[in-house]
Structures are given as structure tokens and as C-alpha cells.
């Protein structure tokens, strides 16, 4: 170990120990230690247009005739029919962008999901396939019929869904108040020139806990010699997005709340695998930080809330649930239905859905049978299902009449409740306790 490293260790070893006796040296350490990894990116100016914001919604439908002209026009079609596939400079950041929206929507199967500024659909038809009910939006009536193209020239495309192609005027987004779970935006929200209507428009078709995720380039992009070249050719609006404004017109506009996902393919780093302990311990640290902030400046990841963002079965949080038993012990006749109440409390944070048969997320109380004796295979482990009669919230109890199947052959047998959200998972697959209810079956009494 050099000089350096040694007065390294000593400071580091003087920090630590005054940091464990002194509450406003921890304070001061800490306020240094954030100073310390301040960089001069955040310096970086947005390149704004030479135009205010009443003016650029006045040209709200100049950009849509743009947007037409550039899919009408465009002289690769297949390019744009190939997407995400075709697109190979980027197909691994449109990958990643895919995940981080995914995952930020909390999206789920079966859910409402409406993309705005769909284009050609291609991520529309990622949804489907995964389960969504899609709804594609444009103002292109071109890129929509490419985008029905696409789902037909896709034979696992999901037709069941229904899934929809919406063409809009750039003002009001022709569906009913409250239809949409989830809304996604990708690369499509700075090319909006009325952007305070459209969030209005975003908030009121959207429902109360829906969530919007968009993907969206960040400070610089409206420079770049890519965005003058589009707007130079086609005519299209080349905006700038700065989050903390889009926070406050969100806001305004009818959300209740904005976040910004601090993430980034870009910034992601090799480190030697010799060398990932010594990063683990906060070498390198410093380089690495200047290189993620630069990095984060040229992506934006948002997420708006309308009302409080609530899980359900559909993307199962803390799924647990207190379940009680009227009897412990129950005796039946082989071949006789026993019969008795449960008392079922949802103890998690997730909503129980039970609206959406034969849908992932289906919420019911299930029953294993099992021998009496431990250790062996259940002899049934679906042996019951009980529909609950509602919608669980977080806090709520229902009771429940069970009447369980009939056994035929005598003997000792266990029936564990559990609840269960079906296609997804047992509650007590995340540790959530089950009830245990003994049957005793007797054999029927001779002639």
C-alpha cells in the first residue's frame, strides 16, 4: 500500500469515527460527500424553439399534416414496418426503453392500454401479444394503416383483445372519460406542440389509479443534426422536453403525481470482475457518476399518476391474506359435501380483482387436499375454488359459505385454504398463511 492509499485509510478511519459521535459532523460528511459528486453537466442548455407555447399550438394542425406527409412520403416503408427490428442502431436501447416502460406501468395482461403517437403500432403490437387490450392513436391516418398491417401480417397477433386503431385530431383523444388503465408515449410527447391540451386529454381518458410511462429524448435533442434534418425535410416539431416544466403543466393538467426514472442503457459500465469489488467499495465512483449524469441527460424516462397508483392481482405486490376458519375439524359421511364459513381479510397492499374471469389476476379462494399424513403429494391441489363476491381492498374482510366437494373414500384428510390469483399465483407462494381444516371421512354405515 502507497502513501496515498495509507492517508486515504486514515482519513477515511478519522471520518467514520467522529461520523459515530458527532450527529452534525454525519450531516456535514454528508452534505460534502454530495458536493463532492456535483458534475457541470447539469450546465448543458435546452435548445428551445423560436416560438412560445400559444404559438406553437396554433400550428397543431400544420404538425399533423408533417406527421401524415412523413409516413405518406417516406421512402423505406419496410423500415417502418420493420421496427423495432429494422431499426438496428438502436434495437438494443428500444429493447431496454421497452422494459423500463413496461415495468414502470405496472402493465399487466388483460388491462386497457392506450399508446399516444403510436406510429406504426410495432410497440402497440408488443402488448398485444403480451395481453394488453391495445389502443393505438395517431394523427396519421398512413402510419395507422401500417399499423394495422403489421398486426395482420402477424399470425400470433392477439385478434381476441380487439385491439383498436384510433385516428385523433391532435386535440381531443376520441375516447370516453375513464376507459384507460395504462397510457404509454414513445418518443412522441416533444413532438406534441399543444402539450397542455393534450395532458388534459391524457387525464381525462385515463382512470382514476392509470398510470402514463413515457420515453422521451432529453436535453440538447431538438440541436442534434438528426432533429434539424427531420424538421428541416418533413416539417415535423422538434421539441424540447424539460421534466421540471412537464411536472407543473402535469400537474395543472389533471395528474396528481410526476416522477422521473434516473435510468439508462448508456450509462451502463464494464468492470474486470477483479475490479468489482474494489467499485463495490466506491472506486471509481467519482468517473463513473460524470459518465451516468451525462448519460441520464440524453434520455428521460417519466411516469404520471392519476390518483394514488394502486396494485392489484393483475401485478401482485404484498399479496397476503389472514384466512378463518368457522370449524378446525369437520366429520362427513364418504360421498357428503362439508359445509362452513370463511372469513377471508386482505392483510397486503394489492387489490383483489374478481371482475375479470378467465383473465390473469382472477382472484378466488382455493383449496388443496392432502392425506392426513405430511410429506406426500397433494391428492388434489385444486381441488376447490370459491369465487369471492367483490373487489378486495387492502383492509377489507368477506365471508364466504364454502361448500366443499364430496369425498369417496373414508379416511383422514387435510384441505389447506390459501387465496389464489389465477394464472399469476398461491398468496402463499410469498408467504402468506394458509388455514388448515381436518376431514374426517367415514364410511357409509352398512344396510
Known sequence: MNKKELAADGIVAACRWLSARSVRFRLLLDIVVNRLFLTRQMERRTARPPFTPDELAARTAEFNRASERYFAEHRDVGFLLGKPYSDTLNFARRMFDIGVLAHWLRLSPGEVTAELG?????????????????IAIDVSPTAL??????FQRDPFTNWDLKPEFRLYDGHRIPLPDGHVDKMVIYDAFH?????AEILCEMARVLKVGGVVAMCEPGAGHGATETSRHEADEWGVLENELVTEELEKLALACGFDGVRVVPIGLPASIEIAPSAFRQFLLGYGLGHYWSLWCEALQSISYIVLYKGDYLPTTRRPQSARARIELEDDRVGVMAGERATLAVRVTNTGDTRWLTGIPNQPGQTSLGVHLHAAARGGPAVDYDWYRGALPRDVLPGETVTLQVDLPAIGRPGEYRAVFDVVAEGMLWFAQRNSPTAELRIEVRPEPAD
Not at 413532438?191 to 402539450?195: L, W
Request: glycine share 10%.
Open 118 to 134: 403510436a406510429g406504426t403500432c410495432w410497440l402497440s403490437h408488443f402488448f398485444n401479444r403480451f395481453g394488453c387490450r391495445t
Open 191 to 195: 413532438h406534441v406542440p399543444n402539450q
Open 145 to 150: 394503416r401500417m399499423g394495422r398491417e403489421l
